[in-house]
C-alpha cells in the first residue's frame, strides 16, 4: 500500500551509540572512501566489555551501511573467532563513497537480538 515518506536527517557522525543499556564504540580511525579498512567496535555494558555475545545467523554481529542521501548500502562481514564473542567485533569494510553512512548493527545476548545504528562520516 502505498504511503507517504518523511526523510529524517542523520544524526552527527559519533564514535559511540547504546542500545538496550549496552554501550557500542566504533575504532577512531579515520575511514576513506574506496579503501580497505577494518571497522572495529567494542561493547561494553556498565563499563565493563561483554564477552558473552552469541553467534546470530552464523557469527557475533551483523553490520549493513547505508550512504546518505542516495541509500547505497553495503553489508561487510565480520568473523567468528573462539567460542564467546566480544568485546571486540572487527569488520572489512570498503565503504564506495565520502559523505555520511549510518551503520546498522546487530548483535546477540542471552538470546535477545539487539540493533544499535550509528553515524559515520567518510573522508
Keep these: 500500500m502505498p504511503g507517504a515518506a ?3 536527517p542523520l544524526p552527527p557522525a559519533a564514535p559511540t ?3 538496550d543499556g549496552y554501550t557500542l564504540t566504533l575504532s577512531d580511525d579515520q575511514v576513506r572512501a574506496g579503501v580497505a579498512h577494518p571497522l572495529t567496535v567494542t561493547v561494553s555494558k556498565d563499563g565493563q566489555p561483554v564477552t558473552d555475545l552469541q553467534p546470530y545467523l552464523d557469527t557475533y554481529a551483523h553490520l549493513i551501511a547505508f ?5 547505497a548500502q553495503l553489508h561487510p562481514h565480520g568473523a ?3 567460542d564467546h564473542g ?3 567485533l572487527s569488520f572489512d569494510a570498503t565503504l564506495p563513497k565520502a559523505g555520511n553512512w549510518r551503520l546498522f548493527l546487530q548483535f546477540q545476548t542471552a538470546g535477545v537480538l539487539h540493533t544499535a545504528a550509528v553515524a559515520l562520516s567518510v573522508e
Aim: avoid cysteine.
Design 6 to 8: 518523511t526523510a529524517t
Design 17 to 19: 551509540t547504546q542500545v
Design 67 to 71: 550512504h546518505d542521501p542516495d541509500l
Design 80 to 82: 567468528v573467532n573462539g
Design 86 to 88: 566480544g568485546p571486540t
